[in-house]
């Protein structure tokens, strides 16, 4: 087994779901490499010590160039905000180094596509955390989609609610509330929310021809928490579309950060001629299945609990009825890149699959702007 050395940029949630990941895949999976975690890069310095210190790092750097430019690493991973991912991706895969980053990819496609090529250039293994296919229950859909059983696929329905930006008092900007920068964050729930929705879309149902969107941001100015101003805000605070895929179903998509009463609300619906499927991430053990072929008398909604030896990713885990939670979905992540990283293979979702959803939440704040339908570009 080779040591793999991460150097980590950011230390917030997502740094601490990777840094937990990393830590965590060689105890449950059998892998050509060991992650070893080997550079935390962080600006605030007595508080990277403190991360450091509790998650084992072996080193703390406050500028990011010194990491991608360090021989002592061989992964960068992007765990910063949105408006840091292009530059940081695109040195690192100039370095060689193997890059995998947070979503959204870019703020826009057009970033995007700047990193698609950078690593694509480099040849170098990368990745993008949409962590939501790695649910072992939305992972059992793809797989039943798949094999056939839901038959032609009539209808894809999409839901991210959340309700945490409803006070006028919130500020933009700064620690913790960069997600409601426009120049940050690139858009709002958006590139935020619907980015995992129309990932997990697209990795089910196949591409998205066209989207007719309509967005809404309530609050319209805030204090900036690095001006000190009043702003206007940029982001979109709720974001609904209608999506038409390439395989002839329809879709309506919603996110918003203002449904009084959900915290992270993420569920998915899909209708077949056969079969229907609903995931539910406040349940995301569970997968619902309904199959027409069923005997007429006994026919109804199956909850399957997906934690089974057969299910996906759970042979890794405990003895079936046991579920696991959130933060598995990042160490499946982990395992199947390093797995695929040693063979010389890509784990999707590469930056260029990324890139595809940068190319929907473009359209979809276009189509909202504009009040129209645009079409998706090719891949
Ligand atoms: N996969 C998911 O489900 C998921 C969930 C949350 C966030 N995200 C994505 O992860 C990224 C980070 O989000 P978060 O919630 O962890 O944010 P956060 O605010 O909790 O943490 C961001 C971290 O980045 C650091 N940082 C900022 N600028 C930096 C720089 N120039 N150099 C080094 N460090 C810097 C901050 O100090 C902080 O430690 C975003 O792109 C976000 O969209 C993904």
Known sequence: MKNLRIGMIGYGFMGRTHSNAFSQVNHFFDLPYRPVLQTLCARNPARAQAFAAQWGYQSVEADWRKVVESPEIDLIDIASPNDTHAEIAIAAAKAGKMVMCEKPLGRTAAEAQGMVEAVEAAGVPNMVWYNYRRVPAVMLAKHLIDEGRLGRIFHYRAKFLQDWTISTDLPQGGEG????????????????????????????????????????TFIKSRQHNLTGKLEPVGIDDASLFLARFDNGSLATFEATRYARGHKALYTLEINGANASIIWDLHDLHRLQYFDHGDEGRLRGWRSI????SDHPYMKHWWVPGLQIGYEHTFIHQAADFLTAAAGGQAASPTFRDALLTDHVTDAVLASAKNRNWVSIPKA
């Open 177 to 216: 509330l960069w997600r409601l920068d426009v120049n940050v964050a690139g858009s709002g729930v958006t590139g935020d929310l619907l980015a995992h929705c129309i990932d997990t879309a697209m990795w089910l149902n196949g591409p998205i021809h066209e989207v007719s969107a309509t967005t809404e």
């Open 305 to 308: 609990h997906v934690t089974d």
